[in-house]
Protein backbone atom coordinates (compact mmCIF):
# COMPACT_ATOMS: atom_id res chain seq x y z
CA UNK A 1 0.00 0.00 0.00
CA UNK A 2 1.80 3.07 -1.09
CA UNK A 3 1.71 5.80 2.09
CA UNK A 4 2.76 9.53 2.20
CA UNK A 5 3.05 10.74 5.47
CA UNK A 6 3.74 14.51 5.90
CA UNK A 7 5.71 16.58 8.84
CA UNK A 8 7.23 18.99 10.23
CA UNK A 9 4.20 21.64 10.64
CA UNK A 10 3.50 24.34 13.00
CA UNK A 11 3.07 28.17 13.77
CA UNK A 12 6.20 30.01 12.86
CA UNK A 13 6.80 34.21 12.54
CA UNK A 14 6.97 35.89 9.58
CA UNK A 15 10.51 35.25 8.37
CA UNK A 16 11.59 32.37 10.34
CA UNK A 17 11.87 28.76 9.22
CA UNK A 18 10.63 25.20 8.70
CA UNK A 19 11.30 21.88 7.31
CA UNK A 20 8.80 19.62 5.93
CA UNK A 21 9.08 15.91 5.60
CA UNK A 22 7.17 13.30 3.78
CA UNK A 23 7.90 9.72 4.76
CA UNK A 24 6.91 7.35 1.35
CA UNK A 25 6.29 3.74 2.20
CA UNK A 26 4.94 1.06 -0.31
CA UNK A 27 6.47 2.07 -3.99
CA UNK A 28 10.37 2.40 -4.66
CA UNK A 29 10.40 5.91 -3.79
CA UNK A 30 13.40 6.44 -6.32
CA UNK A 31 11.73 5.83 -9.18
CA UNK A 32 9.06 8.25 -8.89
CA UNK A 33 9.10 12.42 -9.08
CA UNK A 34 7.36 14.05 -6.51
CA UNK A 35 5.72 17.35 -5.80
CA UNK A 36 4.73 19.85 -2.75
CA UNK A 37 1.12 21.14 -3.21
CA UNK A 38 -0.52 23.55 -0.83
CA UNK A 39 -3.95 24.88 -0.07
CA UNK A 40 -4.06 28.20 1.80
CA UNK A 41 -7.24 28.93 3.29
CA UNK A 42 -10.64 29.52 0.67
CA UNK A 43 -8.09 29.18 -1.92
CA UNK A 44 -7.64 26.30 -4.47
CA UNK A 45 -4.80 23.67 -5.08
CA UNK A 46 -0.98 25.39 -5.65
CA UNK A 47 1.83 23.41 -7.29
CA UNK A 48 5.02 24.91 -5.48
CA UNK A 49 7.73 22.47 -6.19
CA UNK A 50 8.61 19.47 -7.73
CA UNK A 51 11.79 17.24 -8.10
CA UNK A 52 12.47 14.15 -10.57
CA UNK A 53 13.18 10.75 -9.93
CA UNK A 54 16.56 10.28 -8.69
CA UNK A 55 16.68 14.18 -7.35
CA UNK A 56 18.39 15.99 -10.28
CA UNK A 57 16.30 18.32 -11.35
CA UNK A 58 13.62 20.50 -9.43
CA UNK A 59 11.62 23.18 -10.22
CA UNK A 60 9.54 25.82 -8.51
CA UNK A 61 6.55 28.27 -8.51
CA UNK A 62 7.47 31.91 -8.42
CA UNK A 63 5.97 32.17 -5.04
CA UNK A 64 8.60 30.36 -3.20
CA UNK A 65 11.43 30.49 -5.47
CA UNK A 66 14.87 31.26 -3.96
CA UNK A 67 13.16 30.61 -0.67
CA UNK A 68 12.22 27.14 -0.24
CA UNK A 69 14.06 24.14 -1.15
CA UNK A 70 12.80 20.53 -2.36
CA UNK A 71 15.30 17.55 -1.95
CA UNK A 72 14.71 13.65 -0.71
CA UNK A 73 16.67 11.58 0.80
CA UNK A 74 16.29 8.15 -1.54
CA UNK A 75 17.66 5.90 1.51
CA UNK A 76 15.70 7.14 3.91
CA UNK A 77 12.41 7.35 1.43
CA UNK A 78 12.10 10.74 2.36
CA UNK A 79 11.16 14.17 0.60
CA UNK A 80 11.73 17.20 2.30
CA UNK A 81 10.80 21.24 1.48
CA UNK A 82 13.11 23.61 3.24
CA UNK A 83 11.18 27.00 3.72
CA UNK A 84 12.79 30.14 4.68
CA UNK A 85 11.82 33.46 4.82
CA UNK A 86 7.92 32.58 5.45
CA UNK A 87 5.76 34.95 4.65
CA UNK A 88 1.92 35.15 5.68
CA UNK A 89 0.44 34.02 3.10
CA UNK A 90 2.44 31.12 2.91
CA UNK A 91 0.12 29.69 5.42
CA UNK A 92 -1.73 26.65 4.21
CA UNK A 93 -1.94 23.21 4.26
CA UNK A 94 1.31 21.31 2.39
CA UNK A 95 0.78 18.13 0.44
CA UNK A 96 2.98 15.85 -0.68
CA UNK A 97 2.23 14.06 -3.91
CA UNK A 98 3.79 11.19 -5.94
CA UNK A 99 3.72 12.14 -10.04
CA UNK A 100 4.33 8.82 -12.38
CA UNK A 101 5.99 9.67 -15.49
CA UNK A 102 4.01 11.27 -18.20
CA UNK A 103 0.88 10.99 -15.70
CA UNK A 104 -0.69 13.38 -12.92
CA UNK A 105 -0.93 13.35 -9.62
CA UNK A 106 -1.97 9.43 -8.02
CA UNK A 107 -1.24 9.52 -4.41
CA UNK A 108 -1.08 12.59 -1.86
CA UNK A 109 -0.37 12.52 1.76
CA UNK A 110 -2.69 13.68 4.63
CA UNK A 111 -1.48 17.32 4.30
CA UNK A 112 0.14 19.31 7.36
CA UNK A 113 -0.63 22.73 8.62
CA UNK A 114 1.89 25.71 8.20
CA UNK A 115 1.05 29.03 9.84
CA UNK A 116 2.69 32.00 9.36
CA UNK A 117 1.79 34.54 12.13
CA UNK A 118 3.13 37.11 14.40
Known amino acids: EVQLVESGGGLVQPGGSLRLSCAAS????????MSWVRQAPGKGLEWISG????????DYADSVKGRFTISMANAKNTLYLQMNSLKPEDTAVYYC???????????WGQGTQVTVSS
Open 51 to 58: INSGGSST
Open 26 to 33: GFTFSSYA
Open 97 to 107: ARRPSGSNFDY
